[in-house]
């Protein structure tokens, strides 16, 4: 009886966990699609705005793969997107020609700013309701 409890109550944390996630995905998609961005936009011009400053403005495609929750195919889809709208550029690499960088553009750079606010606020609200949102 224990045992069965026990996974009673993992499911239980899981659910709750999916149910965070979804809430929070959902609230992220609902601010920032005025600005022509998802929460999976965000994500990768987020990751690119903290990684390409310390790294010379440059990320390989392989490691965002690493860090974003989305398949190879997904993530270059969405690379090619964001490429089209003038957000990123990808360029190849000249050491190893089978990996490709990526890199944030000035209106990219600008887009991450003017609605990294509104995805903080939005994570504020979905993950720590009772507390004050800025």
């Known amino acids: 009886m224990a045992a069965k409890t026990a996974g009673a109550r993992l499911e239980e ?16 998609d609902r601010v920032l699609h005025p600005h022509g961005l998802g ?7 987020d990751i690119l705005a903290a990684e390409t400053a310390a790294h010379g403005d440059l990320c390989r495609v392989q490691n965002l ?4 929750h989305l398949s190879q195919s997904a993530l270059s889809r969405l690379i090619g997107r964001l490429e089209k709208e003038g957000l990123v550029v ?3 690499c000249e050491e190893d020609r089978r990996g490709v960088w990526v890199a944030l ?5 600008a887009l991450h700013a003017e609605v990294l606010p509104l995805q903080r606020q ?6 720590n309701p009772d507390s004050p949102s800025d």
């Open 13 to 28: 944390q899981w659910r709750d966990i999916l149910s965070v996630h979804a809430r929070t995905l959902c609230e992220i």
């Open 39 to 45: 929460a999976s936009d965000f994500e990768v011009l």
């Open 65 to 68: 793969a690493g860090r974003v």
């Open 90 to 92: 990808r360029s190849v």
């Open 105 to 109: 553009t000035g209106k990219g750079r």
């Open 122 to 127: 939005a994570l504020a609200r979905t993950l």
